[in-house]
C-alpha cells in the first residue's frame, strides 16, 4: 500500500512538472515564432504585410494566430490599437477584453510594426502540447503499480513458506530456520531469519535444561523413595497400635503416590527428549497384549471388565516404547476412574486411510468444558475422587504430537453415563506381510475379572 501511494505520488508530482515545463516550452516556442516573424518584417513590405495580416482578424477567422500591424495610427477597431510610443521588445498586453502576446520593432526611424498573437490561442496550443506529455504518465503509473505489487508477492513468497513452514512445526520443534541454500529468500530478511534462529537457539537450551533439571531430579528421587518404600515394606509386617497402623497406612499411600509421580516426571521427560527416536511400524495387538498383562492387576483388584473388541490386528507408524506408553497411560486412567464393576474397552479401526485405536469406558467422563485443559500438566478434574498426578494425559498429547498422531475426547458409545472414548488416530501405512501371532489377540472378557 505505501509503495502504491508512494508511486502515485511521484507520478502525479512528476506529471505536474511536466506539464508545467511543456507549457512553459511551448510559450517559449511560440515567443520564437513571433520574433522571427517580426524579422520578416522590413520598412518595404510592412504595407502590405499589415494589409494581408487584416484579412485573418477574429471576425473573419476565429483561428487566427498572427497579426502586423504600424504603430502610430490610432484607431480603436484596429486589433492592436497600441500607443506609438511603446518601447521595442516583447510583451504581454491586455488590450480590451483580451490579452496579446506583442513585439514591437523599429523598421526606420518614421516606421514601427507591432506583431502581436493572442494568448488564449497560444495557451490552447501550449496545453495541448503538455498534455500530450502526460499520456505516458496515465499509461505507465497503472503498469508501474502493477509491477510493484508482481514484484513484491513474489519477493515475499518465501516470506511466506517459511511463516507456513513454522506454523505446521510440532510444539516441540525448535529447530533453526533454513536461511541458506534458497536463491528465492530476499537478502534483507536473511539477518532478520539469523537474529530468529540464534533466538531459538537460547530457547532450545533453555527448555532442554528445564527437561533436564526434571529428568534429573526425578532419577535423585527415585532411590530416596524406594528406600522408604522397602522400609515400609519391612515396617508393615511389625505389630503397632491401631493409631501407628492408620498413621502408617497414609504414610504408604503417600509415599507410592510419590514414587507414582516420579515416574510420571521421568516418563515425561523421556518423551519429550525422543525426538532422534526412529519411527517404525508397531502391531496394535502386541501393544494392546503388552497393556493388559501390565494392567490386569489393577483392573482384578478394581473389579473392571477389561479386554479387546475385535480380532483384527494393524500396524501403526510409532516405535514399540512410545505406543506401549501411550496406550498405558489411557488405559491406566480409565481404569482408575471407572467405578468398580465397570468396563474399559479397547478396539482399533481403519478408515479413511487413517487407523484409529479407541479406549472406552463407563466412568463419570469428562465434561466438554474441561476436554481442552486436560492435557495440560498436573491439571486434574475436580470432583474425580481418584488422586493421580495429573500428567498422564500430557504424557500421551506429547508423544502423540512427536510421533504424528492427533487424539481425541468424547463419549463413550455404549455406555449409558456417557463415560470417556479416547481415540488416537494414526495416518494409515501400508501393512508388513508378517502377522501377529493369534496368541497376541487378546478377546474381550465379558465377564468382571476375579
Known amino acids: 500500500m505505501w509503495l502504491a501511494i508512494a508511486v502515485l505520488l511521484s507520478a502525479v508530482a512528476a506529471a505536474i512538472f511536466s506539464f508545467k515545463a511543456a507549457f512553459h516550452e511551448a510559450n517559449e516556442i511560440q515567443d520564437q515564432q513571433l520574433k522571427e516573424v517580426a524579422t520578416l518584417v522590413t520598412a518595404e513590405n510592412v504595407s502590405s504585410m499589415e494589409e494581408g495580416s487584416m484579412h485573418y482578424v477574429p471576425e473573419f477567422e476565429p483561428e487566427a494566430k498572427v497579426v502586423v500591424q504600424k504603430l502610430g495610427k490610432v484607431n480603436t477597431h484596429r486589433p492592436l490599437d497600441l500607443p506609438p510610443a511603446l518601447p521595442d521588445g ?4 491586455t488590450l480590451g477584453d483580451r490579452e496579446w502576446r506583442v513585439v514591437v520593432r523599429t523598421l526606420a526611424p518614421d516606421t514601427r510594426v507591432a506583431i502581436g498573437q493572442q494568448t488564449s490561442d497560444r495557451n490552447e496550443i501550449a496545453r ?14 497503472p503498469v508501474l503499480l502493477g509491477v510493484v505489487f508482481l514484484l513484491v508477492r513474489h519477493m515475499f513468497k518465501p516470506l511466506a513458506w517459511l511463516a507456513a513452514e513454522l506454523d505446521a512445526r510440532p510444539d516441540h520443534d525448535l529447530s533453526e530456520i533454513r536461511v541458506t541454500g534458497d536463491p528465492q529468500l530476499p537478502a534483507e530478511i536473511v539477518p532478520f ?7 531459538l537457539a537460547r530457547v532450545a537450551e533453555s527448555v532442554a535444561l528445564q527437561r533436564r533439571f526434571i529428568a534429573d531430579a526425578a532419577h535423585e528421587l527415585r532411590s530416596p523413595l524406594t528406600v522408604l518404600l522397602l522400609q515400609a515394606e519391612r515396617l508393615d509386617v511389625s505389630e503397632m497400635s491401631t493409631q501407628a497402623r492408620e498413621r502408617f497406612t497414609a504414610l504408604s499411600n503417600g509415599l507410592t503416590r510419590t514414587r507414582a509421580l516420579v515416574e510420571q516426571l521421568l516418563t515425561l521427560a523421556h518423551a519429550q527428549e525422543g525426538n532422534g527416536v526412529e519411527k517404525n511400524l508397531s502391531s496394535v495387538a502386541s501393544a494392546f497384549r503388552r497393556v493388559l498383562e501390565d494392567l490386569i492387576p489393577l483392573a482384578q483388584a478394581r473389579q473392571i471388565d477389561i479386554g479387546v473388541t475385535g480380532n483384527s490386528d494393524v500396524w501403526v507408524p510409532a516405535n514399540e516404547a512410545d505406543l506401549g506408553t501411550v496406550l498405558k ?33 463407563n466412568g463419570p467422563g469428562i465434561p466438554e468444558d474441561e476436554r481442552g485443559r486436560v492435557f495440560d500438566r498436573f491439571y486434574r ?25 492427533s487424539l481425541t475426547l468424547g463419549d463413550a458409545v455404549w455406555s449409558e453415563r456417557g463415560g470417556l472414548r479416547v481415540t488416537l488416530t494414526f495416518p494409515r501405512v501400508d501393512q508388513p506381510t508378517e502377522t501377529i501371532e493369534s496368541g497376541h489377540k487378546r478377546p474381550m472378557s465379558r465377564e468382571p475379572v476375579a
Open 381 to 405: 478434574v475436580l470432583g474425580s475422587g481418584q488422586s493421580g498426578s495429573g500428567l498422564g494425559l500430557s504424557i500421551v498429547q506429547t508423544i502423540a504430537t512427536r510421533i504424528g498422531a
Open 128 to 141: 495541448n502540447s503538455a498534455v500530450a506529455t502526460l499520456i505516458p504518465f496515465l499509461v505507465l503509473a
Open 193 to 199: 531469519l539469523v537474529a530468529n534462529n540464534r533466538m
Open 329 to 361: 497411560n489411557l488405559v491406566d486412567n480409565a481404569i482408575r476412574y471407572t467405578p468398580a464393576g465397570g468396563r474399559v474397552d479397547l478396539s482399533v479401526h481403519t478408515k479413511h486411510r487413517c487407523t484409529s485405536i479407541v479406549v472406552e469406558d
Open 90 to 93: 516583447m510583451r504581454t498586453l
